[in-house]
């Protein structure tokens, strides 16, 4: 399967990990649309959150970000799951976007 976001969770393409963890990875995004904008990804494939199954994940992502704004000193952000193409999602694999910053 063609999915840029697997390819680098498998490390096919290298990239800069602001997180790593057994079920997660998180980089930033490549075009961003605020001074702090970085996208926490599953390993597994999972296409949207129309596919998404198990609650866990869904808060592991959550408390991921988190812990990512509060290394980044962010007062205040967004999270925010883009879902389907009418919803604004590009990218058919699973990620939860952090925004914020000044
Ligand atoms: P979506 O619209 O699917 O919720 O968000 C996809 C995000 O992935 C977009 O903000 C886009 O800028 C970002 N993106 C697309 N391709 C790449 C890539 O190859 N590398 C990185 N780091 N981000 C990407
Ligand atoms: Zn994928």
């Known amino acids: 399967m063609d999915c840029i976001f697997c390819k680098i ?4 393409i ?4 602001v997180l790593e963890n057994e079920e997660l990875i998180a980089f930033d995004d490549i075009h961003p649309k605020t ?4 996208l926490v990804v599953t390993k597994a494939h999972v296409a949207s ?3 998404l199954e198990n609650p866990e994940l869904a808060g592991d992502m959550v408390m991921a970000a988190k812990k990512i704004a509060g290394e980044k000193n962010l007062d205040g952000y967004k999270l925010l799951f883009n879902v389907g193409r009418e919803g604004g999602q590009e990218i058919d694999h699973l990620h939860l976007h952090l925004m914020g910053g000044k």
């Open 9 to 12: 969770a498998n490390k096919e």
């Open 14 to 17: 290298p990239k800069e990990l």
């Open 35 to 38: 001074p702090v904008h970085i």
């Open 49 to 51: 959150v129309k596919e």
